[in-house]
């Protein structure tokens, strides 16, 4: 029987396998590559995220502590007006004319409450808590609550006529808001009567 001369001579098949080996090998690193690059891009793109939602978190989390020692004593505060309302009508009670005569005694009492009300106000301001006192502003339902409106020929439409309640600010945010009226305007003059009326125009009866 005879046989393939191609498979008996070892030397022409080992030759026949190498010159085959250089495009696969080209192929195979090419593909190589292409995963690493993949890999790579994976990696930085995850590398990015994670530090995005670090600087993220960070920044909430500055935020939030700022937050909470501007407004921790919120409660406490809120819980204060209630004095500085007292103090405050304890003063409006004293008559104009008795706050300056001759009875030493009462005089005195109202200057130790006037300086234990100042007293109180500046300790709330240390605390970022500041009054809101709207007399004569502009009606903002963001920082006032209107109680009425009414005609006033002092004070044009749309401003704060009269302060039944001061409010209080802490930071930037309402801790009470203040009680007004606000003013209607003018009140419209009387319409004059239609001719012919009240016997005014009217031509007499004979």
Do not use: C, W
């Amino acid at each position: 029987m005879t046989q393939n001369p191609a498979t008996e001579d070892p030397n022409l098949e080992a030759a026949a396998n190498a010159a085959g080996q250089p495009q696969a090998a080209e192929g195979g690193s090419e593909a190589g590559t292409a995963a690493l690059q993949a890999e790579r891009d994976d990696l930085k793109d995850k590398l990015l995220r994670t530090l995005a939602e670090m600087e993220n978190l960070r920044r909430r989390t500055e935020r939030e502590l700022a937050d909470a020692k501007a407004y921790a004593v919120t409660s406490f505060a809120r819980d204060l007006l209630g004095s500085s309302d007292n103090l405050r009508r304890a003063l409006e009670s004293v008559p104009e004319a008795a706050r300056g005569g001759a009875d030493a005694t009462l005089k005195a009492l109202y200057d130790g409450v006037e300086l234990t009300e100042r007293e109180l106000l500046k300790t709330l301001e240390r605390h970022g808590i500041r009054k809101v006192d709207p007399q004569g502003e502009k009606f903002d339902p963001n920082l006032h609550q209107a109680m009425f409106e009414a005609p006033d020929a002092a004070i044009p439409k749309g401003l704060v006529s009269k302060v039944v309640q001061v409010g209080y600010k802490i930071g930037e945010r309402v801790l009470r808001p203040a009680l007004v009226g606000v003013s209607a305007g003018a009140p419209k003059a009387a319409e004059p009567p239609p001719a012919g009326e009240n016997g005014g125009d009217k031509p007499a009866s004979h």
